[in-house]
T-cell receptor, first 115, second 114 residues
């Protein structure tokens, strides 16, 4: 079974600064995908960024980038130039390309952006 | 033009009642899911349907019964509601055999059992 661990229940960052959210996972699969989802107070789950395990290049989406270390099973999210609208709960999630398409989520990191 | 919609968004009911939550997606996806988010914000899969066929059924009390009348709909019926069922329930959908395996989530239904 897969597990996803987010060791930072809460983080804070000053507006315009950079913050990194940590995520580690455990799996015996070789083909899988990793995601970061954002959940603002509206509770809508919003996909932030996706990484395919077979790709060595780290994914980037505007101010959001990941540091994917496959051997270490680590998948951190870096938010650059933080904005007030980035304040949310961030979930790391794993999905195997095997037969069961269920997302396994970490426990989340609550990000506060300070003006 | 909402991609994944759920009704109702809020549901307050008493213990022992039976209630349903409806989910519809207009993305043409063939797989739909129900997730439960508890009071500590932890998200866990409950069910998954692919082309109207149940493919994931996690350890969930059998008071919970999903129903998929067609590929675009996946409803969740809950019998004999208990206090511990209070949570936010999310519906999601995805397309099998796509490279991304992205799941698109509905807005969630906050269920409060009193």
């Amino acid at each position: 079974a897969q597990t996803v661990t987010q060791s930072q229940p809460e983080m804070s960052v000053q507006e315009a600064e950079t913050v990194t959210l940590s995520c580690t996972y455990d799996t015996s699969e070789s083909d899988y995908y990793l995601f970061w989802y954002k959940q603002p107070p509206s509770r809508q789950m919003i996909l932030v960024i996706r990484q395919e395990a077979y790709k060595q290049q780290n994914a980037t989406e505007n101010r959001f980038s990941v540091n994917f270390q496959k051997a270490a099973k680590s998948f951190s999210l870096k938010i650059s130039d933080s904005q007030l609208g980035d304040a949310a709960m961030y979930f790391c999630a794993f999905i195997s390309s095997g037969s069961a398409r269920q997302l396994t989520f970490g426990s989340g990191t609550q990000l506060t952006v300070l003006p | 033009d909402t991609a994944v919609s759920q009704t109702p968004k809020y549901l307050v009911t008493q213990m022992g009642n039976d209630k349903s939550i409806k989910c519809e997606q207009n993305l043409g996806h063939d797989t739909m899911y129900w997730y439960k988010q508890d009071s500590k914000k932890f998200l866990k899969i409950m069910f998954s349907y692919n082309n109207k066929e149940l493919i994931i059924n996690e350890t969930v009390p059998n008071r919970f019964s999903p129903k998929s009348p067609d590929k675009a709909h996946l409803n969740l019926h809950i019998n004999s509601l208990e206090l511990g069922d209070s949570a936010v329930y999310f519906c999601a959908s995805s397309q099998e055999d796509t490279s991304g395996y992205e799941q698109y989530f509905g807005p969630g239904t906050r269920l409060t059992v009193t």
